[in-house]
């Protein structure tokens, strides 16, 4: 089992940036590929970016290339999520999750609880 904590939400006003880290308790998830989603309120989950266990492979949704970077420190057994220009369309609630490398929700096996990121114009 992979327990996994979010942290880093808040409040921030367009333009500017937040970082969001996930600490992965538990089994280790060093071998995992994890994954960042988020949830607006009325809309579906849906797929932020994601990174394979030795960080070697990451991936973006279009909405935040170039915008969004991912990363992870298996050493301290988290991820993290820099975002930057941050827009009020990527107010969300995110979920970091642990499973095979995708896109997919279905490709993930451990959810965390999420954390609010709200982004005022």
């Known amino acids: 089992q992979v327990q996994l904590v979010e942290s880093g939400g808040g409040l921030a006003q367009a333009g500017n940036s937040l970082r969001l880290s996930c600490a992965a308790s538990?089994?280790?998830?060093?071998?995992?590929?994890m994954g960042w989603f988020r949830q607006a309120p009325g809309k579906e989950r849906e797929f932020v970016s994601a990174?394979?266990?030795?960080?070697?492979?990451?991936d973006y949704a279009n909405s935040v290339k170039g915008r969004f970077t991912i990363s992870r420190d298996n050493a301290k057994n988290t991820v993290y999520l820099q975002m930057n220009s941050l827009k009020p369309e990527d107010t969300a609630v995110y979920y970091c999750?642990?499973?095979?490398?995708?896109?997919?929700?279905?490709?993930?096996?451990?959810w965390g609880q999420g954390t609010q990121v709200t982004v005022s114009s």
């Open positions: 999750a642990a499973g095979r490398l995708g896109t997919r929700r279905y490709d993930y096996t451990y």
């Open positions: 538990g089994r280790t998830a060093s071998d995992l590929g």
């Open positions: 990174i394979s266990w030795n960080g070697g492979r990451t």
